[in-house]
């Protein structure tokens, strides 16, 4: 499918998906800076046919920032939604993938909405997030979607260990990872194969152990010892160079 003008990431994005998820019950989603493992395929395409009913679960994630996770289960599920290679059925998209965000204002200070999260720090972190796609601060799509996903209170599908690795990073044309070893200070970024058959959890349920871990890994980027390694790498990577 191609545009007849160039519509912009945040744009284009919606339109093309709607599109396509008018003919289609599923799909699983790449852009152009993510690399799949071969397994990612099949972890998909499997999970999108056994939760394809559970109205719960909103979407499958293929990337991972812990890298490997220590669980005898091939997946665990959790209320953090990852983009960087992901699979969701047409049902979601089409019901979640609207203007929840400009209803921000309303919700951000709601104690019902303050229930969806387990700590302050993931109620902080995804604060700062929405206040500024809120504000266009943040001129990107998915914060639309995965602030709906949070109204809503859905689960995502996390993989035990990553399968797919961002080539993104630090690329010049890039728009929101364009700081390379700031990105890697928090995340070895490498694809891993999972073994199939899965070994699916028992019980539909978010660990919230697991979702602090997330978030404390995501909250390394702003810390005193992400800068700490961020600066040392690029000092080290200057000296490379000459």
């Known amino acids: 499918m191609f545009a007849d003008q160039h519509m912009g990431l945040y744009d284009r994005w919606h339109s093309g998906l709607n599109d396509i998820f008018k003919r289609e019950e599923s799909l699983i989603i790449l852009e152009d800076d993510t690399l799949p493992s071969k397994s990612f395929f099949l972890f998909c395409d499997q999970l999108l046919t056994k939760y394809q009913n559970n109205h719960q679960i909103s979407q499958i994630n293929g990337y991972n920032y812990r890298s490997k996770v220590r669980i005898s289960e091939s997946y665990y599920f959790s209320n953090i939604s990852e983009l960087w290679g992901w699979a969701t059925w047409s ?19 709601d104690e019902i909405y303050k229930k969806n999260f387990f700590n302050k720090s993931e109620f902080d972190y995804y604060f700062k997030i929405f206040e500024d796609a809120h504000k266009n601060i943040i001129n990107s799509w998915e914060y639309n979607w995965v602030f709906s996903l ?18 993104g990073f630090g690329h010049k044309g890039a728009t929101h990872t364009h700081q390379k070893l700031k990105y890697l200070s928090l995340t070895k970024n490498k694809k891993f194969n999972i073994q199939f058959p899965l070994i699916h959890p028992e019980f539909i349920e978010i660990k919230e152990d697991q979702v602090v871990k997330d978030v404390e890994k995501r909250l390394l980027k702003n810390s ?17 160079k000459n």
């Open 224 to 240: 005193n010892l992400s800068n700490f390694i961020y600066h040392s790498k690029k000092i080290f990577h200057m000296k490379r």
């Open 91 to 109: 049902d979601r998209w089409l019901k979640y993938n609207n203007d929840d965000i400009k209803k921000w204002d309303k919700f951000k200070n």
């Open 150 to 167: 949070k109204l809503n209170n859905l689960i995502s599908i996390f993989p035990k260990k990553s399968l797919v690795k961002n080539l």
